[in-house]
């Protein structure tokens, strides 16, 4: 089975600039999450998809940070314009919880490292 | 408001001793408890879950976890480490009701030394 796709591994930008994350969930996940992980901190949860619907987007910083999942499955998460306190991993990860909760487990991509200067 | 918290940054063990990484958490009724773990340049991988039912929880790789509700804990347990156990783990909390979120630690790193 494959894994939760994402692109690029690293990227690095200056402050201001706009930069974009892409991210393939494993085939037939309707759920999708954005994740935020800062060195050294635990990740934050940024916004969850069902589908091509958002669930939660209550964490996310919507003056400058944006996502989008047209088709339900592939996702792109934007930031525009970055600052330097944006620099951190950004993770997605997906999951198909089925019936209730109990089957929940979620299935996270390697991440993009982000460094804004 | 759910909260989790790892109380420790590092956990050093020697190579065939026990472990344990420590994890309390606060939410709302009753709660989905996690287990993830990083290995440098992975995403995380998940462990193990508890959602109800027996208090111990047994996972990957030999680990497992102690679900303890009077104390609101649920750590992290192995009974004879390895080096290749050496990553960061994260505790993941979610509360019962629909709309919360999955919370997690800051995370714990262990070392394992041989």
């Known amino acids: 089975e494959a894994g939760v796709a994402q692109s690029p591994r690293y990227k690095i930008i200056e402050k201001r600039q706009s930069v974009a994350f892409w991210c393939n969930p494993i085939?037939?996940?309707?759920?999708l999450y954005w994740y935020q992980q800062i060195l050294g901190q635990g990740p934050k949860l940024l916004i969850q998809?069902?589908?091509?619907?958002?669930?939660?987007d209550s964490q996310l910083p919507k003056d400058r940070f944006s996502a989008e999942r047209l088709k339900g499955v592939d996702s792109t998460l934007k930031i525009q314009p970055a600052k330097l306190e944006d620099s951190a991993v950004y993770l997605c990860?997906?999951?198909?919880?089925?019936?209730?909760?109990?089957?929940?487990?979620?299935?996270f991509g390697s991440g993009t490292q982000l460094s804004v200067l | 408001a759910q909260s989790v918290a790892q109380p420790e940054d590092q956990v050093n063990v020697a190579e065939g001793n026990p472990l344990t990484v420590k994890c309390t958490y606060s939410?709302?009724?009753?709660?989905?408890l996690f287990w993830y773990v990083q290995y440098p340049n992975r995403g995380l991988q998940f462990l193990l879950k508890?959602?109800?039912?027996?208090?111990l929880v047994k996972g990957s790789y030999g680990f497992e976890a102690e679900f303890n509700k009077s104390q609101t804990s649920f750590h992290l347990k192995k009974p004879s480490a390895l080096v290749s156990d050496s990553a960061l783990y994260f505790c993941?909390?979610?509360?019962?009701?629909?709309?919360?979120?999955?919370?997690f630690g800051k995370g714990t790193r262990l070392h394992i030394l041989p």
């Open positions: 993941a909390v979610r509360g019962y009701y629909r709309d919360d979120k999955i919370i």
């Open positions: 085939s037939g996940h309707a759920t």
């Open positions: 998809f069902q589908n091509n619907g958002v669930v939660d």
């Open positions: 939410v709302s009724g009753n709660p989905y």
């Open positions: 508890y959602i109800t039912g027996d208090n």
């Open positions: 990860a997906s999951t198909s919880p089925g019936r209730g909760r109990t089957n929940e487990k979620l299935f």
